[in-house]
């Protein structure tokens, strides 16, 4: 059973920027493909980047912006997020898939979830 802890999240200004970190364990981290998604109030759970032994893969939104990445000995996968607007204030969720070549962007494809991590970007 693997276990994903987020964290990083807070409160900062619009074009500020955040790392998020997801720490896994009970795992072999380099067998999961790894995804992070976002959830705003009252709307559904989106995607936003993934990463995979196929590379990097990211939602249009963030693309440009949004970085994903891992370290592999240290099991743990970073999002970082330049040019925040307000808009991409979520709670965001870290995910892994034991499809470790995937680069999903759909929800259903990932077995693990952590917590969350909320994100406020005030204009």
């Known amino acids: 059973q693997v276990q994903l802890v987020e964290s990083g999240g807070g409160l900062v200004q619009a074009g500020g920027s955040l790392r998020l970190s997801c720490a896994a364990s009970?795992?072999?981290?380099?067998?999961?493909?790894m995804g992070w998604f976002r959830q705003a109030p009252g709307k559904e759970r989106d995607f936003v980047a993934a990463i995979s032994w196929s590379g990097g893969y990211y939602a249009d939104s963030v693309k440009g912006r949004f970085t994903i990445s891992r370290d592999i000995a240290k099991n743990t996968v970073y999002l970082q997020m330049d040019s925040l607007k307000p808009e991409d204030t979520a709670v965001y969720y870290c995910?892994?898939?034991?499809?470790?070549?995937?680069?999903?962007?759909?929800?259903?494809?990932?077995?693990?979830w952590g917590q969350g991590t909320q994100v406020t970007v005030s204009s």
């Open positions: 009970g795992g072999t981290f380099s067998r999961y493909a």
């Open positions: 995910a892994a898939s034991v499809l470790a070549w995937s680069l999903s962007d759909a929800a259903l494809k990932y077995n693990y």
